[in-house]
């Protein structure tokens, strides 16, 4: 009876030590994670790290060994783990994974490895074949895998599970096997593949996503790579603000003009859309003391009315409809409660989640998200105009080129840089840019010279700007060719026909309202008449313009630029 006991002693104390010396997926896949999970909330779809390995058939190679080197002709294969972290928690964070391979290999649509046609000069073969890195296919017809003696349990995943047998299953010649959190995801996938984990059970802060991934081989599957990405999930809406003004000249500076609008551009950071049933508000405080604006768009607009640094502060607050359920918050939370009732909570430091049970409209729960940013209010450029274009008479010696005298004045801060750009008459064709420094003490006044080649009708763009803001002003003007005389001739006489033209045109008008005086006019036509009286004025400013002597903004003449 005692040798019994003693024999079934030492078959408990082997199992044990074949059961110790047994690889788990934690001893593959626990490489560069962080501290081991003691307990942990199940993921869905999802195994415990704990479970055995294949070592056989899934061979597990440390970083360095010297077989790394021959895991793939023509040379080695990287990846790419990407992930749309960071994820509001119950949302769904995504990854993706892509294989890179040597170069001139790809894929091709039967999943086989080939070279590129006409990738390199040294191609092996004639144009007309197709090499094959890995010829996937001719394995699987071959062999039919399932009816070859050496490969009867070749289709099954490092733990021993089957390949699920959807449509095209063979054709997918990679294995992925995704860790985190002490658990483990395992799938068939050509060269990328793409999925999905609910963040319901898993706890706030950051965490590791590894993969490992295994191609076909004649007898068992061959590690090529491997791949690690840092995923955040927070009880926070992630939010992002991009501000834009209309004269901003460096919208990245975080610098403003004062009585200008600033549009706010929120953006919610939400890609499984685990937001779009919620109710969103945004709450506004400008730090300007013009108190809170409640907006339910996310697109605001504000203006600072005077210089100087402010905080806008933001509050994104979501009410999602959940079950009605008790919600049990993951551990460890150190900052988050479950409560009876809507709740608020204007503290930064501390998330309140609470439940609000109403029986017509279902179960909520509040979640907050937060943003400040500091700016700085300038005076800036707000306008400018262009209030006289003068044609400079030269000798014929200098009549080259065409000059112009554009006189421009500015409102808000004074330039230190002036920008022409000459176009088409469309505006839409560049011919000329040109930029010059400007100093000025005083107002905001300056003649711009600019030449011109060629006679035509060219549309010219004027831009002032200073460090922090700019302002454009367009025109369009029709310059004459010729010699300096000729040109002046020229425009007097166009502007002598013009005239006559126009006095003509006022007779006939005159005597056309003047035939017909009717008793009472309507509003109607007092506009109309107001109109033609302000046309006239237009004219007369046009074709004769008072002497620049009488322009108080013209007393003393502006250095020309």
Not at 172 to 179: A, D, G
Request: aromatic share 10%; charged share 20%.
């Amino acid at each position: 009876m005692s040798g019994a006991r003693r024999h079934l002693g030492f078959l408990l104390l082997a199992e044990a030590v074949l059961c110790a010396a047994a690889t788990r997926f934690q001893d593959v896949l626990g490489q560069g994670s962080t501290s081991p999970v003691i307990s942990y909330r199940k993921l869905q779809g999802w195994s415990s790290d704990q479970n055995k390995w294949n070592e056989k058939l899934y061979p597990f190679w440390k970083e360095g060994d010297p077989r790394w080197k021959d895991c793939w002709k023509g040379g080695r294969v990287t990846v790419k783990l990407d992930t749309d972290s960071p994820a509001l928690v119950g949302s769904n964070v995504t990854f993706v994974v892509t294989l890179q391979f040597p170069k001139c290999q790809k894929e091709d649509n039967d999943g086989n490895i080939v070279y590129e046609r006409n990738c390199t000069q040294d191609f092996p073969v004639s144009q007309d074949q197709q090499v094959y890195v890995y010829n996937w296919t001719e394995w699987i017809d071959n062999c039919g895998w399932e009816n070859c003696t050496s490969n009867h349990s070749h289709n099954v995943f490092p733990d021993g599970r089957p390949f699920p047998h959807y449509p095209g299953w063979r054709r997918r010649n990679f294995v992925y096997v995704f860790h985190t959190f002490g658990q483990y995801y395992q799938r068939t996938g050509r060269s990328s593949a793409m999925f999905s984990v609910n963040t319901a059970n898993i706890t706030l802060g950051k965490h590791v996503m590894a993969v490992s991934i295994y191609r076909r081989g004649h007898s068992s599957y061959v590690p090529i790579a491997r791949a690690s990405a840092i995923y955040v999930v927070t009880d926070k809406i992630p939010v992002s603000v991009s501000m834009f003004q209309k004269h901003d000249r460096n919208i990245s500076d975080s610098i403003f003009i004062k009585d200008s609008p600033i549009t706010f551009d929120v953006k919610i950071h939400d890609p499984s859309y685990y937001l779009n049933n919620s109710a969103i508000s945004y709450k506004w405080n400008f730090g300007d003391g013009s108190g809170l604006f409640v907006a339910s768009s996310p697109v605001v607009s504000h203006t600072y009315t005077l210089q100087g640094n402010f905080t806008p502060n933001l509050t994104v607050q979501a009410i999602i409809p959940v079950p009605c359920k008790p919600v049990t918050p993951t551990a460890p939370l150190p900052t988050s409660a479950v409560i009876a009732g809507a709740a608020s909570n204007e503290d930064y430091s501390t998330t309140v989640e609470s439940m609000e049970d109403n029986p017509d409209e279902g179960c909520h729960i509040y979640r907050n998200g937060y943003y400040r940013s500091g700016i700085s209010v300038v005076e800036g450029i707000l306008e400018v105009n262009i209030i006289q274009m003068m044609s400079i008479q030269m000798t014929e010696s200098q009549a080259e080129n065409s000059l112009v005298d554009f006189v421009v004045t500015c409102q808000g801060s004074l330039p230190t840089d002036v920008c022409t750009v000459v176009s088409d008459p469309t505006c839409q064709e560049s011919k000329s840019v040109v930029c010059d420094p400007v100093t000025i003490t005083d107002e905001c006044l300056l003649t711009i010279r600019r030449a011109f080649e060629e006679p035509g009708t060219y549309c010219i763009n004027i831009t002032l700007g200073d460090d922090t803001s700019q302002a454009l002003t367009s025109a369009l003007i029709s310059v004459n060719g010729g010699s300096s005389s000729g040109k002046t001739e020229g425009v007097f006489i166009f502007l002598g026909v013009l005239a006559v033209l126009a006095t003509i045109g006022a007779f006939v008008l005159y005597k056309r309202y003047k035939q017909y005086k009717p008793i009472e006019r309507s509003t109607g036509q007092a506009d109309n008449h107001e109109g033609l009286t302000a046309y006239f004025s237009n004219l007369k400013a046009i074709f004769f313009p008072s002497s620049t002597e009488k322009n108080p903004l013209l007393k003393s003449k502006p250095g020309i630029v």
